[in-house]
């Protein structure tokens, strides 16, 4: 099982929008609805954010999107604000009932 | 509220017997979700380690843990475990209990615990 690759970082300003693309293969990502996506801040757990794709868990703000494309998933923050800094991880289920991340992609708000 | 509570990390010598790490679950019906361990070496991504059903009676392992790593749950005592054994250095890692999701697929983390760290060194 391959991580699924994503840049290593983003950068935008405040109010800017910025997206997290998240790459894999026929075998997972494109084989299957079942991408989500976690926010990571420094020296703490992971935040659940998106799932199945483009759902969001109650609480989690609407400026947070996702969106697929074939083999490559996207996470698309709108509205940026300094608390979104954070590192961000894609992850998606890959048949035979096992999982894959990404890599992780640190996003920096200029 | 979700809380998930993980113990057992420590420092532990390459090839030294083997490890235990528990997660205490609260706050859900924990029999009726199955559980995860995700783990983070430091500075690094998130790797997805192993993941059990609700029952008990299914087990999933990444390829780079089987046959080391035995997930396992006790569901009267709403507790998670993960035993490690053959400890090698690339093992060191902040060890995440997570509850899978209880949308359609079930195939997300949605609460996490806060990690406990496994050091493998001499």
């Known amino acids: 099982q391959s991580a699924l690759t994503q840049p290593a970082s983003v950068s935008g300003s405040p109010g800017q929008s910025i997206t997290i693309s998240c790459t894999g293969t026929?075998?997972?990502?494109?084989?299957?609805?079942?991408v989500s996506w976690y926010q990571q801040h420094p020296g703490k757990a992971p935040k659940f954010m998106i799932y199945?794709?483009?759902k969001r868990p109650s609480g989690v703000s609407n400026r947070f999107s996702g969106s697929k494309s074939g083999d490559t998933a996207s996470l698309t923050i709108s509205g940026l604000q300094a608390e979104d800094e954070a590192d961000y991880y894609c992850?998606?289920?890959?048949?035979?009932?096992?999982?894959?991340f990404g890599g992780g992609t640190k996003l920096t708000v200029l | 509220e979700v809380q998930l509570l993980e113990s057992g990390g420590g420092l532990v010598q390459p090839g030294g017997g083997s490890l235990r790490l528990s997660c205490a679950a609260s706050?859900?019906?924990?029999?009726?979700?199955?559980m995860s361990w995700v783990r983070q070496a430091p500075g690094k991504g998130l790797e997805w380690v192993s993941t059990?059903?609700?029952?008990?009676?299914?087990?999933y392992d990444a390829d780079s843990v089987k046959g080391r790593f035995i997930i396992s749950r006790d569901n009267s005592k709403d507790t998670l475990y993960l035993q490690i054994k053959s400890l090698r250095a690339e093992d060191t890692a902040v060890y995440y209990c997570?509850?899978?999701?209880?949308?359609?697929?079930?195939?997300?983390?949605?609460?996490w615990g806060q990690g406990t760290l496994v050091t493998v060194s001499s």
């Open positions: 706050g859900f019906t924990f029999s009726s979700y199955a």
């Open positions: 997570a509850k899978m999701g209880q949308y359609s697929s079930g195939w997300e983390f949605d609460n």
């Open positions: 059990i059903s609700d029952s008990g009676g299914s087990t």
């Open positions: 026929s075998s997972d990502v494109g084989g299957y609805n079942l």
């Open positions: 199945e794709v483009n």
């Open positions: 992850c998606s289920y890959a048949g035979s009932s096992s999982l894959v």
